[in-house]
């Protein structure tokens, strides 16, 4: 991909808010066409992948030092627009690696082979769809991205370059969560009409950072609304609307895709969000909310994210129960359960697990997991756990779970025209 193609795209458009779709998100077809997919690379059994870094914050600095830690990869270059950042990042991962501000310049590497990206929400779809133009794969952080047609779109870019993309849902890697998928599927837990999931825990403030060091904040800003530099915004980007969507969003990501990948399901039919006030001093994006997610497989699933609720250690801080007629299936952050429903006839008054497993403090290994998957997918070309369709069924979930809380109204999702109302 050349720099005057990236740039000429910059100029086109921005994210999706509605109405029709800027050139750079549209299909091929659609915007006219686009070049052939490049060839994709073949590497040795004993070469380096060469991996680049957008995003060098908070979460992109833990999937670095994961990256970091495995001898088959070698971190070529990073990319953020805070300074401070940057430097960070870049005397991380080696002296030789390229720093930059322009991430569009580290997709022009041509020895890159993949890019980890890590940026707010609503960078996601651009540079996953600049990525695998410019033949990139990509491991991109959830939530996919932050709108519905984003969401497509991307589905649409991945499909037309062949490229290996792998979202970071890392329960779909998870070697416990793979096993709790099996023992629900020979379970008999009977039909399920009901799953029931929250995630506590309490945050009081908002964090008070200062930014102190060079910032692009128009790159920063990228499709969002032009306002002024904002440490708050910066800092707290996760609760603001333009951006993401909150912890409603960002815990919800894992455990609508938990449920999705056991039970099999796919897109919602609706969706109905309530909230209460946000009581986070200067946040816009509720910390108490309930989702209602009604889908065609006959089920209604209900999340509740209670972050003003007492401090929940990492072992007890989530669950889902799977509500089958025959029985009820738990799985938590690093455990899960299988409760038969008890034999009145023989005198049984409680329930009792026939299967139980608790692997505590091995949920950091989900995220090595989930690497090692992408990994192996782009040596050996093959389709990762957490792809781009699959991603897009919590997606479009997530994106109506906002849609209501914003308009009071319960809405509704046609697969056929893949829009909302």
Known sequence: MHRRRFLRRAALGTAVTGGALPAWLRSGAEAGGLPAPAAIPQLGGNEKLPVGFVGC????R????????????????????????LQAAAAAASPTA?????????????????????????????????????????????PLCHTVEEGFSM?????????????????????????????????????????????????????????????????????????PVDDLRFFNWYYFWDYSGGLMIGQAAHMIDCVNMILGSTYPTAVTAAATP??????????????????ADDYLLVFTLGYAAMVYLPPNDLLAQFHGLNARFDIGRENFALYPAPDIRKGERELRASVQKEMYGTFPDATAQHIEDFVACVR????????????NYTNVALCMAMESIRTGRRIRFDPATKRTS
């Open 57 to 60: 914050g908070g979460r992109g």
């Open 62 to 85: 833990t999937l670095l030092d994961y990256f970091l830690r495995r001898k088959d990869i070698e971190v070529r270059g990073v990319c953020d627009v805070y300074e401070p950042r």
């Open 98 to 142: 390229g720093a930059y501000t322009d991430y569009r310049e580290l997709f022009d590497r041509k020895e890159i082979q993949a890019v980890v990206i890590a940026t707010p929400d609503h960078w996601h779809a651009r540079m996953v769809i600049d990525a695998v133009e410019a033949g990139k794969d990509a491991y991109v952080e959830k």
């Open 155 to 227: 589905i649409d870019a991945v499909a037309r370059t062949q490229r290996v993309v792998q979202v970071g849902t890392q329960r779909r890697s998870y070697d416990l969560f793979l096993e709790g998928k099996r023992v629900f599927d020979a379970s008999g837990c009977g039909k399920v009409r009901l799953v029931t999931s929250w995630w506590y825990n309490q945050q009081t403030s908002l964090g008070r950072g200062k930014i102190e060091g060079k910032l692009d904040w128009k790159k920063w800003l990228g499709s969002a609304p032009q306002r």
């Open 278 to 295: 946000t009581h986070l001093d200067g946040a816009e994006v509720p910390e108490t909310t309930n989702i209602a997610v009604e889908y």
């Open 380 to 391: 050996r070309r093959g389709t990762p756990h957490a792809t781009v369709e699959v991603a």
